[in-house]
């Protein structure tokens, strides 16, 4: 009787052997810039403020694409640092991983999502993403959290399968720079941020390179920008600075991507009416001038300046205005809202750049 307990709990330890593979030797995209560190989004920028340095260390918009024929896949993540969710961020959102799928009509599926229900630093946390889904191939995309520090990452698969390296799964690279509304804070998954769903609709790379609050125009990101290799930029520039920081630092601003990337387009999009303005006269006024502001600088540099666009971000909410998190930011059908207001016109104007 004994060596047949002993035989068992052999057998079960081999059934539930697993392999781990480290995301780094795999596809990994989703950066606008090469780090020292591979998870970072971008190295410390001189003039950078402490908030800045941390969100540069924030794994939002990365993601990794692969093949695999394993039934179960899961991750092991150990973070860095503190795992702190701010108030308008879901859990899972912040904290956890996303896995989509390719499906049959070549559309991108939601296959399954987790993350450790207890966060410690700098120890492995192992998480099951999906514990069944065939044998056949499968092509995946796992998306990285929207305000976590990663320290390593892999993919966890069954023991006997294979794992390898998938193509990107979208063409081009599009640097999107912006506020939290472009890092995602509000969504409720880390793959439901506005550019994650417009990559999946149009097949185009539209990379996070979010700032949540601190997207303000500033030298030292334009600086940091014009040097990318992007074929194109879109800009979620008028949500957090004033008008009178707009009406300081946007031409400038303007003006060293014409000189430093002659012939890329630069698009430009409103910032989205926010639920706030609902019940609040001097919220309303307030974001009636934020906008106002934008929209009239903006047509005076569209006249001004070559491949200069402006796109209206025209719905980012509901008919029944409930569609937000906290009054300020969208929740996940708000992104998919703001996502198809901009999609057709940030997609014509790309076209136009298209090389034959």
């Known amino acids: 009787m004994k060596r047949l307990t002993i035989l068992a709990l052999l057998i079960s330890c081999l059934a539930s052997a697993q392999n781990y593979t480290d995301v780094q030797n795999l596809t990994f995209f989703g950066k606008v810039f090469q780090t020292v560190h591979p998870y970072d989004r971008v190295d410390p920028l001189p003039g950078m403020i402490d908030g800045e340095k941390n969100q540069a260390k924030q794994s939002s918009g990365l993601a990794v694409a692969f093949s695999t024929n394993s039934k179960s896949i899961g991750v092991r993540v150990v973070y860095r640092g503190s795992g702190a969710v701010g108030g308008n961020s879901a859990t899972i959102a912040a904290r956890g991983f996303d896995l989509y799928m390719k499906a049959p009509d070549g559309r991108w599926m939601w296959a399954g999502n987790g ?17 069944d889904s065939g044998s056949e191939e499968k092509q995946c995309i796992l998306y990285l959290p929207l305000s976590s520090r990663i320290a390593s990452l892999e993919i966890v698969t069954d023991d006997g399968t294979w794992i390898e390296s998938a193509p990107v799964p979208f063409k081009g690279r599009i640097a999107c720079f912006g506020s939290s509304f472009t890092q995602g804070s509000g969504a409720g998954r880390c793959a439901m941020t506005w550019e994650a769903q417009l990559s999946r609709e149009s097949g185009m790379n539209f990379m996070n390179f979010g700032f949540s609050g601190n997207c303000k125009l500033q030298p030292y990101f334009a600086d940091a920008l014009v040097k990318a290799d992007v074929d194109a930029y879109v800009f979620d520039a008028f949500s957090n600075p004033t008008p009178a920081e707009v009406q300081e630092r946007l ?34 006024a307030k974001e009636h001038a934020k906008r106002e502001n934008a929209e009239k600088l903006m047509t005076e540099m569209v006249a001004k300046y070559p491949n200069v666009y402006w796109v209206n971000t025209t719905n980012a909410t509901s008919e029944r205005h409930e569609a937000t998190s906290d009054g300020t930011h969208p929740d996940s059908y708000g992104y998919t809202l703001w996502m198809e207001s901009v999609k057709d016109p940030i997609m014509e104007i790309l076209h136009r750049y298209e090389k034959d």
Do not use: C, M, W
Request: net charge positive; proline share 12%; hydrophobic share 35%.
């Open 115 to 131: 993350y450790p229900k207890k966060y410690d630093a700098d120890v492995p946390h192992e998480v099951q993403l999906i514990p």
């Open 251 to 284: 031409e400038p601003f303007i003006r060293k991507f014409v000189e430093a990337k002659p012939g890329v387009p630069l698009i430009f999009l409103q910032t989205i009416r926010r639920e706030k303005r609902n019940f609040s006269d001097s919220y309303d």
